[in-house]
């Protein structure tokens, strides 16, 4: 009797083990990955910090004037069946396209509120998808670039299908965005593609995920980046570590500009320098002294003009 209640006890003991490691799992897929749709897709929902405050007055007016502007509603089915949102905003029909990507939770007109009239102001025309569990979007899951990068190549099809074979496109992300364009050269692109910018990306999904939870407790850092590859797949059907930005730009054919901020508290600058070192011929990374996480545009707007300007200028050229 006594052995039949032991194995009962070790039974009972270990299935709540298996419980709540799987309740821990499920809790950081939520945290990680998933994506409610909540006010986060309001593009006023700005998460200001000590570096961006003083500037809070000029990066609504950005976005309320990037709301003024007039674009035509785009979709494409993305490679695993979900609908796909994205603006498009032309300058001069024939013109090069700059396909920009926003960043983990972020909406395209307030990531790229500054970004994004810099580009049409250059005369290119502008592409700006909702990445998916964004916005119209469809899905509920955040892959940090695993399946957003095949996305990104999907809309480069769309783009080639629509507007012809000798289209001339530059893929632009920032954050996550910067890291999904970056990984999409993994695959070959097409030779549209002339060649890719990317603000603030960070080099490694487990890496940024790790780094982070670190940061806010360190004992859940030494856990994360396990417990995040499984959560991934048991409940996100996706493997984190499958591919990286430094992959994507170890394999690019074609030249890569990276922005960094060098006071950036959530991707630290070193990620883009693991990315440029992948590839140094083709990468050419310049930093913001003084800018934090995708505000070197607003920190030095003349240099960051200047130096986008310069790039997508010999690209197309």
Request: charged residues 25%.
């Amino acid at each position: 009797m006594k052995k039949k209640t032991k194995i009962i006890l070790t039974s009972v003991a270990a299935t709540s083990v298996a419980s709540g490691l799987l309740a821990g799992l499920y809790a950081t897929y939520r945290i990680a990955f998933h994506s409610p749709k909540g006010n986060q897709n309001d593009d006023f929902e700005y998460r200001f910090t000590d570096q961006t405050r003083p500037m809070s007055y000029k990066i609504f007016r950005m976005i309320g004037e990037m709301h003024a502007k007039e674009y035509e509603k785009v979709s494409i089915t993305s490679f695993d069946g979900l609908k796909l949102i994205g603006r498009y905003y032309e300058v001069t029909p024939g013109a090069p396209l700059c396909i920009c990507v926003h960043g983990y939770r972020g909406t395209p007109a307030r990531d790229f509120s500054g970004g994004a009239p810099m580009l049409m102001e250059m005369g290119y025309n502008v592409l700006m998808p909702e990445q998916r569990g964004t916005g119209e979007s469809e899905g509920h899951t955040i892959t940090f670039g695993i399946r957003e990068s095949k996305d990104v190549r999907s809309w480069v099809d769309y783009a080639v299908r629509r507007f012809g074979s000798d289209t001339k496109i530059c893929l632009v992300g920032i954050s996550m965005g910067g890291t999904s364009v970056l990984m999409s050269a993994a695959e070959e692109l097409p030779a549209n593609v002339k060649g890719i910018a990317a603000d603030c990306p960070f080099d490694s999904p487990v890496r940024i995920i790790r780094d982070v939870a670190k940061k806010n407790a360190p004992l859940v850092g030494l856990l994360a980046g396990p417990a995040a590859r499984m959560a991934a797949i048991l409940f996100g059907h996706f493997r984190l570590g499958k591919l990286t930005a430094a992959d994507g730009a170890a394999a690019s054919k074609v030249p890569i500009l990276l922005i960094h901020g060098e006071q950036d508290r959530f991707v630290p600058e070193f990620m883009s320098r693991r990315i440029a070192e992948a590839n140094p011929e083709m990468v050419t990374r310049v930093t913001f002294p003084g800018a934090g996480h995708g505000i070197s545009y607003l920190v030095d707007e003349d240099r960051y003009r200047k130096i986008t300007g310069d790039f997508l200028k010999k690209i197309f050229a």
